[in-house]
């Protein structure tokens, strides 16, 4: 995890985890809003552990889509406690929402309310399915996750860890696309190709990059560490790292100092 997650991090004070804080708050909104009480008790604070937390929220919000509920918890708490590496992304990709976004004031309201973190999560099962070769529950599921939560994400795309997809609405992610860690991406971002090619077709994107609303960017391109894209850009070239570019279509329009960090500063500025 970056060191710019420390103050994060630090807030977690006298708690031993992401997941002790959750139970904390989950535990006072529950004496404070009584419509609530049941729905938290079931999902976090009785649960036994993290994997159960994760299983419970995520299981229990798919199944709006009338898919029997049990089913789906013993699928992804299955794929949880197998691995241990979805569950420290999620607590990494906690972290960056938290510290990211000003409409987050804690952990519970993530992990509750945000569909672009649902969707990323169930993401996450999804692609491991998929590299196991159970491709087509993978893709059911990826469809689902689509339907219910916005984020239109192929199960075979590569995403690293500190990941926030904010709001998450319209967000497209094609089949070989790859996003490394501390990456934030806003609402109508599509990383795409550019027609019926085939094979690698989608564009990387690296470490620390922020990706405005609405952006487009468009084939096998890289997008250079610690660049951002202006919203609204249409990108079709590489860009270098530690830059911005801006327009239709994009151009470089600012080099960044190196310590700068779009992904966490979320500065929409050009």
Known sequence: MHASNSAAAKE??????????????ATDLAAREPTLRTLLETQIIRADSDADIIAHVISARLAVAKVDAEELFRLFHGMLLEHADI??????DLLAVRERDPACTTYLHALLNLK????????????????????????????LASLVFGPDIHPAARIGSSIMLDHGSGIVIGETAVI?????????????GTGKETGDRHPKIRHGVMIGAGAKILG???????????????VLKPVP??????????TVVRIHRNDEIPAET???NI
């Open 180 to 192: 490394e860690d501390e990456v934030s991406i806003l609402q109508n971002v599509t990383l795409g």
């Open 266 to 268: 979320m500065d929409q």
């Open 12 to 25: 977690l004070g006298a708690f031993t985890s992401v997941w002790s804080a959750i139970r904390a708050e």
């Open 116 to 143: 672009g973190f649902h969707a990323l999560q169930t993401h996450r099962v999804a692609h491991t399915l998929w590299t196991a070769g159970r491709f087509e529950i993978a893709s059911w599921l990826s469809n």
């Open 220 to 234: 096998n391109i890289e997008i250079g560490a610690f660049s951002k894209i202006a919203a609204g850009s249409v």
């Open 87 to 92: 569950r420290t992304a999620i607590e990494a």
């Open 241 to 250: 790292a530690h830059c911005t570019v801006a327009g239709v279509p994009a």
